[in-house]
């Protein structure tokens, strides 16, 4: 029970690099915050951080347990690597907190499934940072096909081209672009359509130019729980006409397309009320309307975390949702590498 002044959420961050000054920073400007717990292996990073942001510099740790306990945390922040996201997320429910993440929830879809199993079995939450979720022109998207523009949609693609030499760790990954890149656009995917993945055929592969070690370029097919057909073709060496970090899109329904490059707002093209006979439909043009009045990015994402809590529901990116963004990335990854279409099955 909360004493008289003290803050609704006591959160312990844990992991303390350069990507988690984000979080840092949003939580030292909630008024309902308290952080009383910084832990990283490298304590040099707790301890900057804690002087970066303000935070209590006696509260630095190398242990998620004995910070969780000295503070009395009811939250915790994961911004650690893939791999430490299910030991995170195991301790920190156990122990009676609920936990905001960075992607992907864990890091193969085992480690998701014990960790969605775990977060329901000690009754507390977990939501995953998708923050491309979180923008102006994707949530103007998601509108135009929610009130029916288009019609029913039946087959969405997304085109993903840039050519980033970022160096270190994902040069030397075997998949880096389905691992370390494709969940946002498969995400994405799953919020414009309102479907799960069923199914998946992937072809996983470097061009012969690439400068990474692993697979830089992937297609994929997906069928959707709707039965529309995601298509996601992907390429992280491919210089020249860069598209959007949110990719390239269309989605076609009955009564129109929709079109959204990703960087300008996104727009439908319709079948008008004449030439009901003709060879070739009229069509007319449909521009977004301004519906999204909330913070973009991490922020945003962050903002519904919160909210979510605070009005005792799961977030828009519970574990319990995002598993099946999971379930598109190591899905594709096991197609592309026994050479069929595989069956996507998720425990819930």
């Known amino acids: 029970m909360m004493t008289a002044g003290q803050k609704r959420f006591q959160v312990v961050q844990v992991g303390c690099g350069n990507m988690a000054k984000q979080w840092?920073?949003?939580?030292?400007?909630?008024?309902?915050?308290?952080?009383?717990?910084?832990?990283?292996?490298?304590?040099?990073?707790?301890?900057?951080?804690?002087?970066?942001?303000?935070?209590?510099?006696?509260?630095?740790?190398?242990?998620?347990e004995t910070a969780i306990r000295e503070g009395g945390a009811n939250l915790v922040f994961d911004v650690t690597i893939p791999e430490a996201h299910k030991q995170v997320v195991l301790t920190a429910t156990a122990l009676g907190c609920d936990?905001?993440?960075e992607k992907p929830m864990a890091a193969t879809m085992a480690d998701a499934a014990e960790v969605l199993a775990a977060v329901k079995r000690?009754?507390?939450?977990?939501?995953?940072?998708?923050?491309?979720r979180y923008n102006r022109q994707i949530r103007a998207a998601r509108g135009l096909i929610g009130q029916g523009t288009i019609g029913r949609p039946g087959f969405a693609?997304?085109?993903?081209?840039?050519?980033?030499?970022?160096?270190?760790?994902?040069?030397?990954?075997?998949?880096?672009?389905?691992?370390?890149?494709?969940?946002?656009?498969?995400?994405?995917?799953?919020?414009?359509?309102?479907?799960?993945?069923?199914?998946?055929?992937?072809?996983?592969?470097?061009?012969?130019h690439s400068w990474y070690g692993g697979h830089s370029s992937a297609a994929c097919i997906f069928e959707m729980s709707d039965g529309s057909v995601f298509t996601y073709n992907g390429s992280w060496c491919a210089e020249g006409a860069a598209?959007?970090?949110?990719?390239?899109?269309?989605?076609?329904?009955?009564?129109?397309?929709?079109?959204?490059?990703g960087t300008n707002d996104p727009y439908c093209g319709v079948v008008g009320g004449a030439g009901a006979g003709a060879f070739m439909r009229e069509i007319a043009r449909v521009e977004a309307a301004e519906e999204w009045n909330g913070r973009e990015g991490h922020e945003g994402c962050?903002?519904?975390?919160?909210?979510?809590?605070?009005?005792?529901?799961?977030?828009?990116?519970?574990?319990?949702?995002?598993?099946?963004?999971?379930?598109?990335?190591?899905?594709?990854?096991?197609?592309?590498e026994q050479g069929k279409k595989i069956r996507l099955e998720v425990a819930q």
């Open 157 to 208: 693609t997304a085109n993903f081209f840039l050519g980033p030499h970022f160096g270190g760790f994902r040069e030397t990954m075997r998949s880096p672009l389905l691992l370390d890149m494709a969940i946002h656009t498969f995400d994405e995917a799953r919020y414009l359509l309102q479907a799960d993945p069923v199914s998946v055929y992937c072809h996983e592969f470097n061009p012969s």
């Open 24 to 64: 840092a920073a949003y939580a030292a400007k909630r008024e309902d915050v308290e952080v009383v717990g910084l832990v990283d292996i490298n304590p040099a990073a707790a301890a900057a951080m804690a002087r970066e942001f303000g935070f209590d510099p006696a509260r630095c740790y190398t242990d998620l």
């Open 99 to 101: 936990v905001f993440g």
């Open 243 to 261: 598209t959007s970090w949110h990719g390239d899109w269309r989605i076609v329904g009955g009564n129109g397309t929709l079109v959204w490059d």
């Open 302 to 336: 962050l903002d519904e975390m919160f909210a979510a809590l605070l009005e005792g529901r799961p977030a828009e990116t519970d574990c319990a949702d995002n598993i099946h963004s999971v379930a598109m990335v190591f899905g594709a990854i096991a197609s592309a």
């Open 122 to 132: 000690h009754g507390r939450s977990y939501a995953v940072m998708q923050n491309r």
